[in-house]
Nanobody, 124 residues
Framework: QVQLVESGGGLVQTGDSLRLSCAAS????????IGWFRQAPGKERQFVAA????????YYADSVKGRFTISRDNAKNTGWLQMNSLRPEDTAAYYC?????????????????WGQGTQVTVSS
């Protein structure tokens, strides 16, 4: 069992940066791939980024490539999503999730555990 808690969201202006954290409980965290998804009001949840258990493989949605960076520290049971050059269209609730495999990590169905989410609002 893995429990995930996101933090770091907030209200920022266009062009600002935020760093989201995903704190995990459980000794098996290091064996899970980590993903970040986001959901804007009235829209479906969409994939943002994912990282393999060892950090050697990462995936990004085209909309965030070059602006967002996913990382993790297994010794700290924590993952991060560094978000730079934020835009109003990045406004959403952001969720971290854990999957037993990086295969299919761009799809929600691949994930076994989810956090409660943290809100990111980018004003224009």
């Amino acid at each position: 069992q893995v429990q995930l808690v996101e933090s770091g969201g907030g209200l920022v202006q266009t062009g600002d940066s935020l760093r989201l954290s995903c704190a995990a409980s459980g000794r098996t965290f290091r064996t899970y791939a980590i993903g970040w998804f986001r959901q804007a009001p009235g829209k479906e949840r969409q994939f943002v980024a994912a990282i393999s258990w060892g950090g050697g493989t990462t995936y990004y949605a085209d909309s965030v490539k070059g602006r967002f960076t996913i990382s993790r520290d297994n010794a700290k049971n924590t993952g991060w999503l560094q978000m730079n050059s934020l835009r109003p269209e990045d406004t959403a609730a952001y969720y971290c999730a854990a999957s037993r495999s990086i295969v299919g990590a761009t799809t929600q169905g691949a994930y076994d555990y989810w956090g409660q989410g943290t809100q990111v609002t980018v004003s224009s």
